[in-house]
C-alpha cells in the first residue's frame, strides 16, 4: 500500500522521525492505528447515545434550556453552593 502525503505532513514526518529516531514506516502504522482506536470509540459512544435516545433512557432538551443549565452549574461552582 502507498500513502501520499501533502508535503507539509511529509515535512512533519520527517521531523517527528528525526527527532524520536523512529522509522517513518512505524510511525505512519502508529497513526494510523490510534486514529483507527479513535474512530471505533467515537462510533461507540454515538450508537450507545444512539441507542438511550432510542429506547427512551435519555431525553432530548433544546439548546436554550442546555445553555441556561451549564450557566446554572458554572454559577454554582463559582459561589460553592
Not at 502504522?29 to 450507545?48: N, V
Amino acid at each position: 500500500m502507498e500513502v501520499h502525503l501533502t508535503p507539509e505532513m511529509e515535512a512533519k514526518l520527517n521531523e517527528w522521525a528525526s527527532a524520536t529516531g523512529r522509522d517513518k514506516d512505524d510511525l505512519v502504522q502508529d497513526a494510523m492505528a490510534g486514529y483507527f482506536d479513535e474512530l471505533a470509540e467515537l462510533r461507540g459512544m454515538i450508537e450507545d447515545r444512539y441507542n438511550s435516545l432510542n429506547s427512551g433512557r435519555a431525553q432530548l432538551i433544546d439548546g436554550e434550556e442546555a445553555f441556561r443549565r451549564l450557566q446554572q452549574m458554572s454559577a454554582e461552582r463559582r459561589t460553592g453552593s
